[in-house]
């Protein structure tokens, strides 16, 4: 098993903490998952506000025709559909991208990650620069294309490394002391025994 980053090689694989390891396939599912969770709900909020701020300056009928298509248009032809949905995937897309792509490079973790005590790194131990934050993102879409292969890659790679990793030459590991998981299960202890 090849040793984990930022943790000399004296140190125990079974620690009480789990700084410096691997990150596994469901810590950074539930991190992958808060983060889109997040963009979708700002894509949301910002949605509403739109709307609002146009009813609000007399422009219903500009607003109408962008959030109620089928009102404007009786028989919206097969191109304006395309078109608006073409928009709205390449929309969610590029904030999606901003997101990770600014969180990686300014702390090395998104909302997520961080929530779960994850850090991306490259795999000599240094920050992500832009070029490697961009092959990591486009990793993320070629990882999708044969139903989540690259993803689920993580599972059987020594070094926890999905697709998107290999091609950015990154790791995703733990960054701080598994403390709560520690009173977690020494409370659970504790109730059992009671």
Do not use: C
């Amino acid at each position: 098993m090849a040793s984990p980053v930022d943790i000399p090689p004296a140190a125990p694989l079974l620690s009480s903490s789990l700084r410096g390891h691997y990150a596994g396939f469901v810590t950074r599912a539930v991190a992958f998952v808060i983060d889109f969770l997040l963009v979708v709900t700002t894509q949301i909020v910002v949605l509403l506000i739109l709307r609002l701020l146009f009813q609000f300056f007399g422009l219903s009928s500009l607003a109408e025709a962008l959030f109620y298509p089928d009102a404007a248009v009786v028989d919206p032809s097969v191109m304006v559909t395309a078109t608006r949905w073409s928009i709205l995937v390449f929309g969610s897309n590029l904030l999606f991208d901003a997101y990770m792509i600014a969180g990686w490079l300014l702390v090395d973790r998104t909302i997520g990650q961080a929530a779960l005590g994850l850090r991306v790194r490259r795999s000599d131990g240094r920050p992500l620069t832009l070029g490697s934050a961009i092959r990591r993102v486009i990793g993320y879409y070629l990882s999708m294309l044969p139903l989540f292969l690259g993803f689920l890659w993580v599972l059987v790679d020594d070094r926890r490394q999905g697709w998107h990793d290999k091609l950015a030459d990154t790791v995703v590991i733990y960054d701080w002391e598994a403390r709560l998981g520690r009173r977690l299960r020494q409370w659970m202890a504790r109730q059992a025994q009671s």
